[in-house]
Every structure is written in structure tokens, then in C-alpha cells.
């Protein structure tokens, strides 16, 4: 198979599984924007973890600092909360509502 041949498989692939919703409101707009805006961040952290780890070309060790580290760290995190209040979930709830889990989960598993 050729790429132009790729090609029109995945064109007729894309046709029949393009989804039929839309996208009515500012707020559904809004909420989609800031989740690939954390997938964005998300991977950043990744590739500055990379570097830690030196697992980067050495083009990108060359221009890596360690010090980024912090800003991607706080990224991740504003995005995450700004994605949580344009999606109406309260953040503190939900960390608290997750922390207990995990405690509980930790019990469960230490007693075994």
C-alpha cells in the first residue's frame, strides 16, 4: 500500500466515523478548549520529565533546564482547575472525595 492509497482508506474511515454531535454552547466550547489545553500541559511536564531522566535527544538535552520543571508542575495544576470550574465541579470536593479513596484503599491493602 502507498500513502496515497493510505490516504483514501482513511478518508472514507474519517467519513463514516465523524461524529453527529456539535457543539452548541459557549460553555461546551469552552470546556473541550481547556481539556486539550491540559493535554497540551500534560505533555510538556512529560517531556521536561524526559529531560530529568535524560531520556531526550541530545538537541533537546542541550537547551533543557531543569528549573522548568516548577512552571510545568503549576500548569498542570491551574489548567486542571480552570478545566474543573468551566465543567461545574467543585475541585476541592473532588480532591477530598479522591483522597479518602486512596486512604481507604491503602487500609484495605495493608491489612491484607
Do not use: W
Not at 7 to 16: I, R, T, Y
Not at 73 to 89: N, S, Y
Request: charged share 40%; proline share 1%; with cysteine.
Amino acid at each position: 500500500m502507498n500513502l496515497k492509497n493510505l490516504a483514501e482508506k482513511v478518508s472514507v474511515l474519517n467519513a463514516k466515523s465523524r461524529p453527529h454531535y456539535k457543539l452548541y454552547s459557549q460553555k461546551e466550547k469552552e470546556i473541550l478548549t481547556k481539556t486539550v489545553k491540559l493535554n497540551e500541559e500534560v505533555g510538556e511536564l512529560c517531556n521536561d520529565i524526559l529531560g530529568i531522566l535524560k531520556l531526550q535527544r541530545r538537541a533537546k538535552l542541550e537547551k533543557f533546564d531543569k528549573r522548568n520543571i516548577y512552571q510545568e508542575f503549576a500548569d498542570v495544576i491551574l489548567t486542571t482547575m480552570m478545566l474543573a470550574e468551566a465543567a461545574g465541579v467543585d475541585i476541592e470536593r473532588a480532591i477530598n472525595d479522591k483522597l479518602k479513596t486512596l486512604e481507604k484503599r491503602i487500609e484495605e491493602e495493608n491489612r491484607k
